[in-house]
């Protein structure tokens, strides 16, 4: 398959976020390497509320190589570590929304590092229901299917 100018160059030109990356948009720097660039959102859900990319154009988990979402992986602990500290919060929610239907509005993978505060107004839906232990059984035995692939 021919490589498109996104993965050749590792960076789309109408992408936001590599613009970000690039230093052509301005953001609120807290963190950099050399792949990985972390930085205030613009519409905080909470105070501190951070957004972790790699450098390097890639959609999201579900178009992700391994190497990108490892150099993610590597600093997180740290990141977490420090929105957390700095803003005195007691705990954080990492998410990653994946496509579109998954909420997903800027098509450059990223990670939202939520700072949790006691009494915040924040709230995520969680609308948990019971396992049923047939459809689990088929569930899990289609995604190790998958995995064999
Ligand atoms: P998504 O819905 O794709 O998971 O989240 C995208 C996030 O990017 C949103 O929380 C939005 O506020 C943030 N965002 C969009 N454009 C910009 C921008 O130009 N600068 C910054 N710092 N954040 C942005
Ligand atoms: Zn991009």
Redesign the pocket.
């Known amino acids: 398959m021919p490589e498109t100018a996104t993965h050749s160059t590792g960076s789309d030109p109408n992408c936001?976020f590599c613009k970000?990356a690039a230093g052509t948009?301005p953001?609120?720097k807290i963190y950099e390497d050399t792949n990985v660039l972390a930085?205030?959102?613009?519409?905080p859900?909470v105070r501190g509320?951070t957004?972790v990319i790699p450098k390097r154009h890639t959609v999201n988990y579900l178009d992700c190589p391994p190497e990108i979402a490892a150099g993610i992986a590597q600093v997180m602990p740290r990141l977490c570590r420090a929105v957390v500290a700095a803003t005195g919060a007691k705990a954080c929610h990492v998410l990653?929304?994946n496509g579109p239907e998954a909420?997903?509005?800027?098509m450059h993978l990223?990670q939202?590092i939520l700072p949790r505060f006691d009494g915040d107004h924040f709230h995520l839906p969680w609308p948990a229901q019971k396992l049923d232990s047939g459809e689990a059984a088929e569930i899990a035995a289609a995604l190790r299917e998958c995995l064999k692939a």
């Open positions: 936001i970000i948009i953001c609120h930085f205030l959102d613009i519409g859900i509320h957004l990653v929304n909420m997903q509005s800027v990223h939202h």
